[in-house]
């Protein structure tokens, strides 16, 4: 049984990371930058569902930070700031309504720093925050909690070997 839950787990993180992959690359123009919208980000909400979803995210912005051509500092702190909000998320799952706030909160506050040191942004720190903040409202607080909300009805289906422990 412990062999098939790794198994499982490993399946599930692989295939989300794939995913947040292929929608940052589908949608690169406006996945970078200091005003962006990662449609991929929406992701960030998987934890709710599956703890998978944790190394599943963090991997995925990797890659796709690395794919891309992002700079180093972005590969490194880009992708920390996904894995805080998604390790954020999960430990937040029991309330489906504060899943989204931790990705939003830690991409809204290390990003600014990782375009001004990484890219030379001569934006101001606050304004860069509002900036990624509106871009990580629209893709985590929408567009993630469209895809919790349709997800939530067919959890057991998607998520029934994965699901999170302590969740029912």
């Known amino acids: 049984m412990k062999k098939t839950n790794n198994t499982y787990f490993l399946v599930y993180g692989a295939v989300i990371a794939a ?7 589908a949608f690169q123009p406006i996945s970078f930058g200091p005003v962006q919208f990662r449609i991929s980000e929406a992701l960030c909400v998987l934890p709710y569902f599956t703890p998978a979803a944790v190394p599943g995210v963090f991997i995925g912005c990797f890659l796709s930070n690395l794919l891309c051509g992002a700079a180093g500092l972005d590969i490194v702190f880009g992708s920390l700031a996904t894995l805080i909000g998604a390790v954020g998320s999960y430990a937040l799952r029991k309330n489906r309504w504060l899943v989204c706030v931790p990705p939003i ?3 809204t506050v290390i990003i600014p720093w990782v375009l001004r040191f990484a890219y030379g942004s001569a934006d101001l720190i606050p304004v860069a925050m509002v900036t990624v903040g509106i871009g990580e409202i629209l893709a985590i607080g929408v567009l993630g909690s469209i895809l919790l909300t349709a997800l939530e009805r067919y959890r057991y289906l998607l998520f029934g070997k994965c699901l999170a422990s302590g969740r029912q």
């Open 19 to 25: 995913i947040y992959v292929a929608l940052t690359m």
């Open 105 to 107: 909160l830690s991409n």
